[in-house]
Every structure is written in structure tokens, then in C-alpha cells.
């Protein structure tokens, strides 16, 4: 069993990006699976070229991209990407489109190929902070994800794959009052966590996890 | 020139509902247009039956659903609506699905079909506090406004549609310390600029308002 | 009987102060007592010695004074002042003290001279979200606040007097994603409460209404 | 040079106390003093004549309280106590004190007699989030925190104390959607920084860290 799981470069005048960092920090195996880990520049379509390359390389049995989600307080699992991006601020390269669809002959949105309640569950009975999020923005981390359910959709239909995002680390929020962190081992043992329960989930659980609003 | 607008009965613990209490108070003309309101139950899949037969019947240009998203602070436009209920809550009836599909012959999403950009530009310029939401969560909001764009591509292509949520209106955070809320004159206010813009616009303005996650 | 009413100039950047705003539009009578309306500039004492000619060219029974509190949801009304000011930005002048005594002679802090339970009581009663605050910060609103009480220590012992704390009016957070507000019209209806409570009232109600932290 | 540092019990529902916790991992020599540990009981006056007792036996040259303040993200030094209990919940035998005086005989309030700027600015120069509090509160953890300083100001003028806030550990977010938390890690690590820098500080800095409310 292969899980390739990828972080991004930092962005937003941020100096670290805690995605990549924690990513770097997962080990090698992971209930017996090799664990193949890629970083992904925080680019429109590059992004997902650059996926799209790893996934034709390493035909992997499941994907797992993981993101920042500055200010949030818990890991967040994805449950679904949509066909549009709408970037509040520019990507690293200076690409910032408005309202444009990603893949013109994409459906409308994915949802993520992950037991995403199993996967919040046993974070939680671990004492690990974590939610179903059901929004992943309109910026490179949704661009990713939908890229990334995409390519399962048309090329790899066996393959599991969604999208993880995590909050700031501490040492990131030194200037930014009021904002929650979350300490990187912790984040680090949670994605193992996460990686371990969607190689062992065929299907999800039922439970209770969505939002009125 | 028709335009239906909805508003839903209270819910989860609530004695009013701000989304029919403000949908009542709107002119019966609009930018010339013929306004109809009508209330909705908040119960999965009755709701859509009671929105169908309105669309049956009034045959509307436009049809807007308001909904209550107690804890924001702004009047949002919901940009997009998944095809999948899980309930954080039972509804009127006690019906709780957990990630259950609405249509099986629907497509994963459906984006609104208003000018959401416009809208929120054009309550901002007259000082109302709005903005995109990128998540209509996964309770009855959301399934409404699944099964209202769902008709709109099966039966009424040329109709546009979709929802907006209003916070709490201060009566009801007397209790709820630390929530925001708006008054039901401002409410009003918006939700006419809303309807106004949904009626003028017939293709998107480009504006920056994604979201970064 | 005779109430002084004080706002403030716009400070930080802000167009408008809805403290000042909000007193202008008080009724010139409330609950039979003259109102006396005064504008206090945005500067460390300057604003005070601006309340000391008031409150000695007045004589005031009450002397209460309102100011923003930009990202609160409730108006507050604040339970004691502190003798410190410490600036997190400048005044309007550009005194940005840090740490300084306000009065050496003054106490390190002085409560509220108003029924400050029965102040959010009546608030609330009436659909106007309330609450105690346990800060005023240790900016000029602070600052004020030490210098009305400890005028009312030293020279006017009779004197009730205190500190109203207002959340942002809804134009001012127009770019302000996230900011809670409240509209002109409910502050002021809000304001006209608590000063005819206080007018009510010579002893404060015994009601929970404290924070763990 | 000896140090006594104090943490609560568990409290309103919470099966742990991250202050207790946080207190006994730490080192038992800090910066060449000597740690002294004690459990206080979060109960008002109770609490106080603990501390009083051990005040009293150990005679130490800092005494630092530490409680628990769930919801805030950082460690937050608390500038001021006052003297008044104000119970939203009931303490740990039942007590709920209304607006009631701590010592009759004592000031309105007495700032912390810390470096506090220097413990923040400390704390954030390694990485560990802090920020100045203004206020503690009106419930136990305030009632210490006056008590502490009361004892210093009418016996131990040579003796230096106040209080630190932490946040919820992790897991005892798991069931509160919203909330902050912090690693007990980094908790233990930011209270040896502080505990180091009141060691070495005999003068605070100056160091902007006020707050506009």
C-alpha cells in the first residue's frame, strides 16, 4: 500500500507554511504503508500539475493533501472542493482569478474519496482537536483538492484521496492576537492519525458531524 | 416581472425565525416586480415539496430563499449548494439524516444562479454588512437550496435563484453571549438591495470575495 | 435633575465615533431629567480636563459617558476603572503613554457609581443586547472613565457616574470581515434605557452576571 | 531565592485542571530558585487561606497563581485583581458570591507586582503566544489573585506576585466546537520563561501591550 500525502510552500507573507512542515515530519510508514511525501508551490494549475506528476509516478493507493487554514482551531478534513476559483489575495506567482471555473469538462464539485467521519472520529478519541469542514475556500488549497478529485474521477477510479486542512502553528500567531494555534506534534501525530484510518476505512462511518450553516 | 421569496418557520430552540419575519416585511413591489412570499417548513424534503409547488404555481423569474445562520454577523450569499443532508440537529419533524444524498440523479453541486457579487457589492455601497459564503452547511438550508437550483436546471433553465442567510436578530441573542446579531429593519433593507440587484443583473460583476479556506 | 452625556471624537483611523453619534440623538428629557450633551476629544487628559469643566459648569446629578468598543457585539457597561493608561495606538494628538499613573493620588481603581446589574437588566428586558464589561482597556475610554470617578471621589461625592462601552454601527464594518455591529437606532434606544435606569435606581439589583475569566 | 507557584483544581464540568497539571511538570529548579508546588482549591476564600498558609510556611520571594481560562488562545499575564466576587457558577462547594467585597479593608484593586511586559515579551521572543490581560475575571481566579496581592501589600512588602491565565489543553476541546487550546507542553514551557524572566526582571520594560477596550 503507497500514501502519498502533500504539503504546501508558504504563502501570504507567511514565512513557514505548517503544511509542508508537518508533512516533512510524518514517518516513512504508517500501518504498514509507504508514505511518499511531495511539496506543492502555492500556484494555480502548478499546483496541480505538480500532483498530477507525483500520482503518474508513484500510482499511489491513496492522496492526501494538507493545507493551512489560518485561524481555524481544530484539523479540519474536507468534505467536498468546487469548480471555481476566486482568490482573495494573489498565489505565489501573482495569478489571482476571479469567479473562473478550474476544469471546464469537471463536474461541479467532488466529494472527498475518504472516511472523513471515521477519520474525525479517531482523532478525537485520541485526544486530537479535529471537525469535518465543509468548505475548503475558493484559493489553491480548494484548486488543489478539486484537481485532485478530478484526476480520481477520470483517471484512477480505485484511488481514495481528499484534502486535510491544519491550523496555524504557534509560532505563527505571535503577531496575530486573537488567532488559535495548534502545536505541531500535535498536528503531526493527528495526520498520522488520519493517514492510519483512511488505509483502514473502506466506507464511513455514520455520524453525526454536519453544520446547519 | 415575478420574483418568489421564502423564509423558514423557527427552528432548534428558537421562538422566531428572522428569515420569514423579515420575508413578511418586504415591499409587495420590488423594482417594479411582483414580490411573493411564502413560508417553508424546516423539514427535509417537505421543504422542497412546498418550494416546488410554489414554483408550480407562481412560475416566478427569480426565486430567493432566505434562511437564519445564527452566529454570523453579516447577510451572506450562499455561492454554492452540495447534494448531501447530515443533520447536526433533527429538524420540526425529528428527521436527522447523516450524508445522505438529496437527488440521486442530481449533480454533486449546484452553484446560484444570481449575481452573487453584484448583490454583496450593492448592499456594502448602502452600508449593510454582507458578504459570500462559500457553505450552506448541510441541514435544511442547504437542502433547500439544493432542491431549489436542482429544479432550476431540471425544469426552469431560464429562471435564476438561490439563497441567502441572515443572522440572528437581536431579541434573540439576549441569551447567547458573544453573538452577533442584526436588526430586522437593517435585514429588510438588505434583503430588498438584494432583490433589487438579482433583478438588474442578468451576468456577474468581477469582484474580488473568495475566501482562502 | 440634571444627567451629563458624553461622546467621543473619532479615533484609530475610523471616519465616525457612534459614541458621539449616539449621544447626539438622545432626547434633550429622559424620564423627566435634562440631558446635557458634551463631545470629548480622543486625548489623554485633555478629554478629562474637557469633562471637569463640564461636570463643574453642570453639576450634573449623573454624569455618564459613552464610548466604542469596536469588535463587541453588546453594548457593556463597564464595572471599573484602573489608574493606568497604556496605549496600544496613539491618541489624537499622538500621546501613546505606557504604563503611566493617570492620578498619583488617585486609588489604583475605582467601581462604577451605577446599578450596573440593573442597567443590562433593563436592556435586556427590552430586547437590547447588554452585559457587564470587567475592562474599559487602558486606552483613553479608560482613562476617562478614572478621571469622571475620581473627580466624583474627591469633589462630588453625590455624583453617580460611570462608563458605557457600544459596539461598531453596521458602516463601519463594512470592511471589517468577521466584525460584529449594532445599529444607531437600537444603541441609542439601548442608551435612553440605561440612563433611565440609572436615574431609577439608587441601589443596584443582586443578579448573576460575573466572569470566570 | 524560592518560588511559589500555585494552580486550581478542576472546575465547572472539566474533569482536569490544565493549571495543576501545567504547575507539576514543572521543574523544581528554575533558573537557579527553588519550585514550590501547591494545589488550590477552587473555592472562594478556601482558595486564599491556602495560599495564605503557604505563604506563610514557605515564605517565598515570587509567588505565582496560575489558573485556567478556557477560550482564550494564549497565556495571558493578568495586570490587575479587584476586589469584588461576582460568581457565574457555582464555586466547588456550592459558593456564589453577587457583587461581594474580598476584603472590606482592602483597595479597590492592586496591580500585579511582576515584570508582566518583560514575562510577555519573553514568552514571545521563544515562540510561546502571550499577551498582557486586563482584567482576571470576578470569579476564583480573580479572588486569588487579590487575596495574593492583598497578603503582599499588608505583609510581605518585599514579596513579588501575580497571576497567569492559561488556555484549555486539547482535550478538553474535543467536545467544544469553537474553542482554542493550547499543548500542556508549551503551557509548562511559557510558565518556566515567565517564571524565569520574574526571577531576573526587579523592573518591568516598557513595552507597548495595552488594549483600546
Known amino acids: 500500500m503507497k500514501v502519498l500525502v502533500t504539503g504546501f510552500d508558504p504563502f501570504g507573507g507567511e514565512k513557514i507554511n505548517p503544511s509542508i512542515e508537518a508533512v516533512k515530519r510524518l514517518n516513512d510508514k504508517i500501518a504498514g504503508a509507504d508514505i511518499v511525501k511531495v511539496e506543492i508551490p502555492t500556484?494555480?494549475?502548478?499546483?496541480?500539475?505538480?500532483?498530477?506528476?507525483?500520482?503518474?509516478?508513484?500510482?499511489?493507493?491513496?492522496?492526501?493533501?494538507v493545507g493551512q487554514a489560518g485561524g481555524r482551531s481544530r484539523i479540519s478534513i474536507e468534505r467536498v472542493a468546487i469548480n471555481i476559483s476566486d482568490g482573495r489575495i494573489?498565489?505565489?506567482?501573482?495569478?489571482?482569478?476571479?469567479?473562473?471555473?478550474?476544469?471546464?469538462?469537471?463536474?461541479?464539485?467532488?466529494?472527498?474519496?475518504l472516511p472523513i467521519k471515521a477519520m474525525v472520529k479517531e482523532m478525537n478519541k485520541r485526544n486530537i482537536p479535529a471537525e469535518i469542514s465543509n468548505t475548503a475556500g475558493t484559493y489553491v488549497c480548494n484548486h488543489l483538492m478539486y484537481g485532485?478529485?478530478?484526476?480520481?474521477?477520470?483517471?484512477?477510479?480505485?484511488?481514495?484521496?481528499?484534502?486535510?486542512?491544519?491550523?496555524?502553528?504557534?509560532?505563527?500567531?505571535?503577531?496575530?492576537?486573537?488567532?488559535?494555534?495548534?502545536?505541531?506534534d500535535l498536528i503531526v501525530k493527528g495526520l498520522?492519525?488520519?493517514i492510519e484510518t483512511a488505509i483502514k476505512y473502506d466506507e464511513d462511518i455514520k455520524e453525526i458531524g454536519g453544520e446547519i450553516h
Chains 1, 2, 3, 4 share one sequence.
Open 43 to 65: 500556484v494555480f494549475y502548478k499546483s496541480i500539475r505538480r500532483l498530477e506528476k507525483a500520482l503518474d509516478e508513484e500510482k499511489p493507493d491513496i492522496a492526501i493533501c
Open 90 to 113: 494573489p498565489d505565489n506567482e501573482g495569478n489571482q482569478p476571479i469567479d473562473e471555473v478550474i476544469f471546464e469538462e469537471g463536474d461541479t464539485a467532488y466529494f472527498a474519496k
Open 192 to 194: 498520522t492519525i488520519a
Open 148 to 184: 485532485l478529485l478530478y484526476n480520481i474521477h477520470k483517471k484512477y477510479p480505485n484511488m481514495k484521496g481528499g484534502f486535510i486542512h491544519i491550523p496555524f502553528i504557534p509560532e505563527q500567531v505571535i503577531d496575530k492576537k486573537g488567532s488559535p494555534s495548534m502545536s505541531l
